[in-house]
């Protein structure tokens, strides 16, 4: 069974800071990790993902994240934040039933990222 | 369409009803997953279809949640005898198959039960 961890349910920088939002997880299975944001009144986007192969992962927006094995940890960064970036942030894991991946995927319980002037 | 639909946007019923949720996923996407947010919480899957059938229904919470798909493409979730706590936003993610990691995901429908 897999499981995630968001550390910090509210995260709040200051414009042109760096934002790290921290992700844990645990999965009996090499992880397929995920982050996505979610802005008010909106569905969820997929910001990046790591599968297989480089484990820094560059996504959309200027963030990305680094899948690191021994640390169980896939947290993401930006270098400057800016005022657009304030929305939720959800680390996931996917599932992997009898080997075959399929799409069930296991949350986080959301970062809200609050970006002041 | 372009991307994944989901009606009504917002549902608001009284305890004791029947609600039904519709989802249409991207047209020619194979899989599709409803996931449930209750506030503060995070995401909690509740079914998955691949095609018509419904190989992990592990999520759903009791037997008054069911969820259907025709033609492999809209999806329906009824909850049937609606509680309190069942009031959440739910949302529906389409992937192409359900070898392919990305899912894509709809805006959600947020249901009040009063």
């Known amino acids: 069974a897999q499981s995630v961890t968001q550390l910090g349910s509210h995260v709040s920088v200051s414009e042109g800071a760096l934002v790290l939002l921290r992700c844990n997880y645990s999965s009996s299975v090499p992880p397929y990790l995920f982050w996505y944001v979610q802005y008010p009144n909106q569905g969820l986007q997929l910001l990046l993902k790591y599968t297989t192969g480089a484990t820094l992962v560059k996504g959309i927006n200027g963030f990305e994240a680094e899948f690191k094995k021994s640390e169980t940890s896939f947290h993401l960064t930006k270098p400057s934040a800016h005022m657009s970036d304030a929305a939720e942030y959800f680390c996931?894991?996917?599932?992997?039933?009898?080997?075959?991946?399929?799409?069930?995927?296991?949350f986080g319980q959301g970062t809200i990222l609050t970006v002041h002037p | 369409g372009a991307g994944v639909s989901q009606s009504p946007s917002n549902k608001v019923t009284e305890k004791g009803k029947d609600v039904e949720l519709r989802c249409d996923p991207i047209?020619?996407?194979?899989?599709l997953y409803w996931y449930r947010q209750r506030l503060g919480q995070g995401l909690e899957f509740l079914i998955y279809f691949q095609g018509n059938s419904a190989p992990d229904k592990s999520g759903l919470p009791s037997d008054r949640f069911s969820a259907e798909r025709t033609g492999e493409s809209v999806s329906t979730l009824t909850i049937q005898r609606t509680q309190q706590e069942d009031s959440a936003v739910y949302l529906c993610a389409s992937s192409l198959d359900s070898r392919v990691v990305e899912q894509f995901f709809g805006p959600g429908t947020r249901l009040t039960v009063l």
């Open positions: 996931a894991v996917l599932g992997n039933a009898g080997g075959t991946s399929y799409g069930k995927l296991t």
């Open positions: 047209s020619g996407h194979t899989a």
